[in-house]
Antibody, heavy 120, light 105 residues
């Protein structure tokens, strides 16, 4: 059974870069789409983007050029970088697995989430 | 950009049937997925591709789609079903509905 665990700093200063890693255990990172989703306090879910094991990415246009994702198949990890953060980027960040990159399957495994607070 | 509309809240008496709608243009041509999120927890996939239940999800959860509306139905509602439910589709990117808070009376 695949499990996901997010890790990274819980506090980031405004204008700096948010960096998170998701570690995949209990299965291979290959052949799946790995998503980042965030949830601001008291609000709904917002998709940030996904990365395929080959490195192919698809980002939410709302994040324009601020987002970058990478994958390290040797470590079974994938990562998120979000630059020039503001208080609006304060949220719980989740990683999640999807068997499809075109909405066929739904995200069937989620990490527990990690809270990131942007401080001024 | 594509939008999914959900009612902010739905209330249902214990043991009755809850129905949560999700509206979107041409929704019938898309695969709709539903997630349940309890307070302080990560979302859980409860219905995928309109009407399919993942392993471990009770048969009380079912999904249906007709026209521009997808519906999540929860039969014989239990107190433990209280949560926020999100619908989700793919429209060149992942799109989530705003979420519906289910209250069990």
């Amino acid at each position: 059974q695949v499990q996901l665990q997010e890790s990274g700093p819980g506090l980031v200063k405004a204008s700096e870069t948010l960096s998170l890693t998701c570690t995949v255990s209990g299965g291979s990172i290959n052949n799946y789409y790995w998503n980042w989703i965030r949830q601001p306090p008291g609000k709904g879910l917002e998709w940030v983007g996904y990365i395929y094991h080959s490195g192919t990415t698809n980002y939410n246009p709302s994040f324009k050029s601020r987002v970058a994702m990478s994958v390290d198949t040797s470590k079974n990890q994938f990562s998120l970088k979000l630059t020039s953060v503001t208080a609006a980027d304060t949220a719980v960040y989740y990683c999640a697995k999807d068997e499809s990159g075109s909405g066929y399957s739904g995200m069937d495994v989620w990490g527990q989430g990690t809270t990131v607070t942007v401080s001024s | 950009s594509y939008e999914l509309t959900q009612p902010p809240s739905v209330s249902v008496a214990l043991g009755q049937t809850a129905r949560i709608n999700c509206d979107g243009k041409d929704l019938g041509h898309k695969n709709v997925h539903w997630y349940q999120q309890k307070p302080g927890q990560a979302p859980v996939l409860v219905i995928y591709r309109d009407s399919n239940r993942p392993s471990g999800i009770p048969e009380r959860f079912s999904g249906f789609e007709l026209g521009n509306t997808a519906t999540l139905t929860i039969s014989r509602v239990q107190a433990g079903d209280e949560a926020v439910f999100y619908c989700q589709v793919w429209d060149s990117t992942v799109v989530f509905g705003g979420g519906t808070k289910l209250t069990v009376l």
